[in-house]
């Protein structure tokens, strides 16, 4: 049987430690919901810092270009909807 150690904070699934792929814990997190300040301890699967690592490429300049070929994507699939 598999041993569980916790589990990913962002996909949800249970991990050993041996799957963890970064441990985050800072007392610098702004909860802009409740405008508080708090406390962050998560672990990260592999798997999904991978994808963290990858998607902050680039920073906001690449995040503006793929918002921007999104909408225009979105745009593109309407038009041909309508015909």
């Given amino acids: 049987m598999k041993k569980y150690d916790t ?3 962002i996909c949800g699934f249970a991990i ?10 800072t007392d610098m997190v702004m909860d802009f919901d409740d405008m508080t300040h708090c406390s ?10 991978t994808k963290i690592q990858i998607v902050t490429l680039g920073g906001m300049k690449k995040a503006i270009a793929k ?3 999104l909408k225009r994507m979105d745009r593109k699939q309407e038009k041909e909807m309508k015909k």
């Fill in 7 to 9: 589990y990913c904070s």
């Fill in 16 to 25: 050993p430690f041996n799957q963890v792929g970064a441990n985050i814990e």
């Fill in 67 to 69: 918002s921007k070929e």
């Fill in 40 to 49: 962050l301890a998560i672990h990260v699967c592999k798997e999904c810092w």
